[in-house]
């Protein structure tokens, strides 16, 4: 896992998104995402105990298999993406903005009553994935999501706001 997806300081990050702010899926997944990220997570350590235990807070008896189709889908999405997915460190407050398209692209993959969700979703995976690896991820990204769903861990699709921040040093009359 840690080679697909790349750990990000806080001084090369853009402008930061607060957590403070995220639905209890949306922290769930934030949470879980970096410490698997971890470099010293090796694959002959199944699993870390803190996020099995946040799995099975979140997810009851189920908790085991919605690990492993996280892990599945973050298996797909780090290989699969046009470039490496950047994810930022534990305790960090901010989210990058691979984080935020990750947490977009399994909302928008939840069953939705909006007309244009699934073309919305089809165009975020089209424009995050290289040609030919789609349809893995969209299988995956709705497998998540059905199953964060079962356990009432829905993710709200959030706009994707371009935000507009000032150069430093430079000031308009």
Do not use: K, N
């Amino acid at each position: 896992m840690p080679d697909d997806l790349m750990i990000t300081y806080r001084d090369s990050l853009p402008q930061p998104a607060p957590l403070e702010g995220l639905s209890s899926g949306e922290r769930l997944l934030v949470w879980s995402l970096r410490h698997m990220a971890q470099p010293y997570a090796s694959p002959a350590r199944r699993g870390c105990p803190l996020i099995r235990h946040a799995f099975l807070q979140a997810c009851g008896e189920d908790a085991d298999e919605v690990m492993a189709t996280f892990r599945a889908f973050l298996l797909l999405y780090g290989r699969s993406a046009r470039q490496r997915p950047r994810v930022g460190c534990p305790g960090c407050q901010d989210l990058t903005p691979d984080e935020r398209q990750l947490l977009r692209l399994l909302a928008l993959a939840q069953p939705s009553a909006d007309p244009t969700a699934a073309a919305r979703l089809y165009a975020l995976v089209e424009h995050l994935m290289r040609p030919g690896t789609t349809d893995g991820l969209m299988v995956a990204s709705r497998a998540m999501a059905g199953a964060l769903g079962a356990h009432g861990l829905s993710l709200p699709v959030r706009p994707m706001a371009l935000e507009r921040v000032p150069a430093p040093g430079r000031y308009d009359a």
